[in-house]
Protein backbone atom coordinates (compact mmCIF):
# COMPACT_ATOMS: atom_id res chain seq x y z
CA UNK A 1 0.00 0.00 0.00
CA UNK A 2 1.09 3.25 -0.99
CA UNK A 3 1.57 6.30 1.87
CA UNK A 4 1.59 9.50 1.09
CA UNK A 5 3.36 12.15 3.26
CA UNK A 6 3.81 16.58 2.77
CA UNK A 7 7.47 16.97 2.49
CA UNK A 8 7.05 20.63 1.94
CA UNK A 9 4.99 23.71 0.97
CA UNK A 10 5.02 24.74 -2.93
CA UNK A 11 6.70 28.03 -1.96
CA UNK A 12 9.49 26.42 -0.02
CA UNK A 13 10.47 25.30 -3.87
CA UNK A 14 13.20 27.36 -5.51
CA UNK A 15 13.39 27.28 -9.28
CA UNK A 16 15.79 24.33 -10.20
CA UNK A 17 17.38 24.17 -6.73
CA UNK A 18 17.03 21.10 -4.64
CA UNK A 19 15.38 20.88 -1.06
CA UNK A 20 15.99 17.99 1.67
CA UNK A 21 12.64 15.94 3.16
CA UNK A 22 12.63 13.30 5.54
CA UNK A 23 9.95 10.37 4.33
CA UNK A 24 9.72 7.86 7.07
CA UNK A 25 13.58 7.10 7.39
CA UNK A 26 15.20 8.08 4.36
CA UNK A 27 16.29 11.26 3.09
CA UNK A 28 14.68 12.18 -0.34
CA UNK A 29 15.60 14.84 -2.76
CA UNK A 30 12.75 16.87 -4.42
CA UNK A 31 13.55 19.65 -7.19
CA UNK A 32 11.42 21.77 -9.37
CA UNK A 33 12.66 22.20 -12.47
CA UNK A 34 11.76 25.75 -13.78
CA UNK A 35 12.48 25.17 -17.27
CA UNK A 36 9.47 22.47 -17.26
CA UNK A 37 7.65 23.37 -13.81
CA UNK A 38 8.50 19.77 -13.32
CA UNK A 39 8.62 18.24 -9.81
CA UNK A 40 10.64 15.75 -9.68
CA UNK A 41 11.81 13.15 -5.99
CA UNK A 42 14.67 10.96 -5.41
CA UNK A 43 17.03 9.53 -2.46
CA UNK A 44 19.00 12.03 -1.44
CA UNK A 45 22.12 9.50 -1.27
CA UNK A 46 24.75 9.55 -3.59
CA UNK A 47 25.28 5.74 -3.78
CA UNK A 48 28.63 6.66 -5.29
CA UNK A 49 30.37 9.43 -3.17
CA UNK A 50 28.71 7.69 -0.38
CA UNK A 51 27.07 10.69 0.97
CA UNK A 52 23.33 12.58 1.67
CA UNK A 53 23.93 15.14 -1.06
CA UNK A 54 22.22 14.85 -4.21
CA UNK A 55 19.58 17.56 -3.02
CA UNK A 56 22.36 19.88 -3.37
CA UNK A 57 23.19 18.98 -7.12
CA UNK A 58 22.92 21.27 -10.16
CA UNK A 59 20.03 20.55 -12.18
CA UNK A 60 20.25 19.89 -15.78
CA UNK A 61 19.32 18.44 -19.11
CA UNK A 62 22.14 16.09 -21.02
CA UNK A 63 20.23 15.23 -24.61
CA UNK A 64 16.65 14.80 -23.81
CA UNK A 65 16.90 13.95 -19.76
CA UNK A 66 16.87 16.37 -17.29
CA UNK A 67 19.14 15.50 -14.66
CA UNK A 68 20.88 16.16 -11.48
CA UNK A 69 24.60 16.08 -11.04
CA UNK A 70 26.04 14.94 -8.23
CA UNK A 71 27.96 17.72 -6.06
CA UNK A 72 31.13 15.21 -5.10
CA UNK A 73 31.77 13.50 -8.51
CA UNK A 74 29.67 15.20 -10.63
CA UNK A 75 28.03 12.29 -11.94
CA UNK A 76 24.51 13.03 -14.07
CA UNK A 77 21.91 10.96 -12.77
CA UNK A 78 18.71 11.28 -14.30
CA UNK A 79 15.48 12.55 -12.29
CA UNK A 80 12.63 10.29 -14.16
CA UNK A 81 14.19 7.51 -13.99
CA UNK A 82 16.64 7.63 -11.27
CA UNK A 83 19.74 6.04 -13.74
CA UNK A 84 23.60 7.16 -13.46
CA UNK A 85 24.45 8.23 -16.74
CA UNK A 86 28.07 7.83 -16.47
CA UNK A 87 27.49 4.27 -15.22
CA UNK A 88 23.99 2.68 -16.28
CA UNK A 89 24.50 -0.25 -12.90
CA UNK A 90 24.07 2.82 -10.56
CA UNK A 91 20.80 4.34 -10.06
CA UNK A 92 18.56 6.71 -7.17
CA UNK A 93 15.35 5.48 -6.05
CA UNK A 94 12.57 7.83 -6.98
CA UNK A 95 9.42 8.46 -5.76
CA UNK A 96 6.07 9.52 -7.11
CA UNK A 97 5.10 13.37 -6.32
CA UNK A 98 2.19 15.47 -6.49
CA UNK A 99 0.58 18.92 -5.57
CA UNK A 100 -1.97 18.88 -3.30
CA UNK A 101 -3.59 21.74 -2.02
CA UNK A 102 -0.09 23.61 -2.46
CA UNK A 103 1.31 20.71 -0.30
CA UNK A 104 3.83 18.72 -1.86
CA UNK A 105 3.55 14.84 -1.40
CA UNK A 106 5.69 11.92 -1.94
CA UNK A 107 4.35 8.46 -1.78
CA UNK A 108 6.45 5.87 0.03
Avoid at 16 to 33: I, K, M, S, Y
Avoid at 64 to 85: M, N, R, W
Amino acid sequence: METWETVCHREDLVENTGVCALLGDEQVAVFLCGRSNALYAVSNYDPIGKANVMSRGMIGSLGDKTVVASPLYKQHFCLETGICLENETVSLKTYKIKVSNDSIKVAY
